[in-house]
C-alpha cells in the first residue's frame, strides 16, 4: 500500500481496466448494442467488488495520473451531458429494441429467433472482474459467460488482437501525462485488415473506423500537449465528445 487513505490504496497507473467492445464485427458492430452494454455496468459495484474498494470508477480514457488532471477537469461538461456511467435497464431496453432485440421467454435478447450469446473473454491477471462483468450483463438481458483464460495468456491476446472476440476485459496502457497517448488508439490505421488477422498494436483492439475521429488524431500527432493550449485542448475534447 502507498497511501493512507482510500479510495486508491496503492499507487497511480498508466493503465486502466477497460471492458472492450468489437466495434466492426458481430453484435457490437450495432450502436445500439454497444450503448446498452454501457448502460448494464455499474462501475462502482466492479470497484466495490471485483477490486474490494482499492481503486476508483473512470469513465473517460485518462490514467489517474496527476499530469492528465486538467485534462479530466476540461471535459467533466462532456461527462455530464453523456452521463457515461449511469446503469439504467431502461436504456438498456430501449437501446436493444432500437436494435431489433426483444427478449425470449427465458428473459435474454434474442432476435429472428435466435439468442444473442456474445463471446466474452477475460484475461487471466484480471479474473476478478469477470464474473462481476458476467452477473451485470445476464441480469440485463444478455446471454453471457465469460471465458477466462487460466493457463496462459497469450491466446487471448491473439483472439482479442484478431477481431475474433465480441467482448472483453483488458487493461488498456496509454499515456500517464497526456490524452493523445491514449486516445491515438482509436485511430483505424491499427484495425485488423480482415477478421482473423491480427491488428498492428496490443492495445489498439476496438477495430473503430471513423474518418472524422482519425482526422482529429492525424492533426493531434503535430501538436505538443498542452493543457493550456485552446488547439491542442479542442481536439482532444472533440475526440472525447465522439
Not at 427478449?103 to 435478447?109: I, M, N, Q, V
Not at 485488415?193 to 475521429?213: H, I, K, L, R
Request: with cysteine; charged share 25%.
Amino acid at each position: 500500500s502507498w497511501n493512507d487513505e482510500g479510495p486508491s490504496f496503492g499507487a497511480p497507473d498508466a493503465c486502466m481496466y477497460t471492458l472492450g467492445l468489437n466495434t466492426k464485427w458481430g453484435p457490437m458492430a450495432d450502436v445500439h448494442v454497444r450503448r446498452a452494454v454501457q448502460a448494464a455496468i455499474d462501475r462502482q459495484q466492479m470497484v466495490d467488488l471485483a477490486s474490494e474498494g482499492g481503486t476508483v470508477p473512470l469513465v473517460l480514457p485518462f490514467s489517474t495520473y496527476g499530469g492528465l488532471t486538467p485534462y479530466r477537469e476540461l471535459c467533466q461538461d462532456l461527462v455530464d451531458q453523456y452521463k457515461p456511467d449511469n446503469p439504467s435497464q431502461d436504456l438498456v431496453d430501449s437501446e436493444m429494441q432500437a436494435a431489433g432485440y426483444e427478449k425470449d421467454a427465458e428473459g435474454f435478447w434474442a432476435k429472428d429467433g435466435e439468442r444473442l450469446v456474445p463471446e466474452f473473454h477475460c484475461a487471466c491477471w484480471l479474473g476478478p472482474m469477470g464474473p462481476v462483468l458476467e452477473k451485470q450483463l445476464r441480469d440485463a438481458g444478455f446471454d453471457v459467460t465469460v471465458k477466462l483464460v487460466t493457463t496462459t495468456c497469450d491466446p487471448f491476446f491473439e483472439v482479442v488482437r484478431q477481431g475474433r472476440a465480441d467482448i472483453w476485459i483488458i487493461v488498456h496502457c496509454g499515456s500517464s501525462r497526456e490524452p493523445w497517448g491514449t486516445l491515438q488508439h482509436y485511430h483505424s490505421k491499427f484495425n485488423s485488415p480482415e477478421q482473423g488477422q491480427t491488428n498492428n498494436y496490443v492495445w489498439a483492439n476496438s477495430q473503430y473506423d471513423n474518418p472524422e475521429y482519425d482526422e482529429l488524431i492525424d492533426e493531434l500527432d503535430t501538436i505538443s500537449p498542452s493543457p493550456t493550449d485552446q488547439r491542442y485542448t479542442d481536439l482532444v475534447r472533440q475526440c472525447i465528445d465522439i
